[in-house]
């Protein structure tokens, strides 16, 4: 299993790491994701990696802190991102006070930066799907690809979205009560565009939310998902694994 979003330099779970990582890799997690967030979080997520064999990072600038990509944050983001997997994470959320503006130019130069440099596009996007699916075609991010990072729209605009190159992460919210979209999503999206993330330390699958999430609870969610779609989980972590390694090329596992 491969976790593709996962913040393991945040607190709860950066004071704890070893002992998360471990009770991972005997649920069968064999790789991880950090994604950005802020500018300052570069080189702490850097040296989790550099610590952590499967732990690997996108580098990016969350658009809760779009303000921030400014020329210097840019010009440092364009040379730590070389040695990412990824750009992000990146994307819109009108739930943030930062104006859409803002947002979307961070998320434009980005996406620049994601296609000069060959990596896929990791995105956040709550609510604007349509101004989102519109930008990254602007923006030719068909050209690598990327994940929508805990999807939460319609199953017709995730078609929209595998239709330029981006699969559909799963995340822990399946599992909730009354998960009515993310069951449909996870039931009808073609398998081959499908993979998995924690989001960890938040979107807690059940039966274990009310407390922080841990990586080695992907399992919980991939077992729900291999339910719903009526097949095995192996066969389900043995697909999506390898889409996990097709989108993300530059992953090296454990």
């Given amino acids: 299993m491969i976790d593709t979003h996962c913040h393991l330099d945040c607190k709860p779970l950066s004071t704890q790491l070893p002992e998360l990582l471990l009770s991972a890799r005997q649920a069968g997690v064999v790789g991880w994701v950090v994604p950005g967030v802020h500018p300052d979080d570069w080189l702490r997520m850097s040296g989790v990696a550099r610590e952590h064999p499967g732990v690997q990072c996108a580098f990016g600038i969350h658009p809760m802190h779009a303000d921030l990509a400014d020329e210097h944050n840019l010009a440092r983001l364009s ?38 440099l060959d990596l ?15 930008i990254l075609i602007e923006e030719e991010a068909y050209r690598v690809g990327g ?33 009515v979209r993310p069951v449909r999503l996870a039931r009808e999206i073609p398998l081959d565009w499908i993979v998995f993330e924690t989001d960890a330390p938040d979107m807690t699958p059940h039966p274990f939310r009310g407390q922080f999430n841990r990586p080695e609870w992907l399992r919980e969610t991939m077992i729900a998902v291999a339910e719903l779609r009526d097949m095995l989980v192996t066969d389900l972590m043995t697909a999506t694994q390898a889409n996990s390694r097709r989108i993300l090329s530059r992953l090296q596992l454990l």
């Fill in 120 to 134: 896929p596009v990791m995105v956040h996007c709550r609510r604007v799907f349509q101004r989102t699916l519109q």
């Fill in 79 to 116: 040379e730590i991102a070389a040695g990412g997997i990824a750009i992000g994470e990146t994307g819109l959320d009108p739930l943030y006070p930062i104006s859409a503006e803002i947002q979307e130019k961070a998320f434009r130069q980005q996406i620049r930066l994601a296609v000069s």
């Fill in 147 to 179: 994940i929508m990072h805990a999807f939460s729209g319609s199953l017709e605009m995730a078609r929209e979205f595998i239709r330029i190159g981006f699969a559909i992460s799963i995340s822990g919210t399946v599992t909730w009560r009354n998960a």
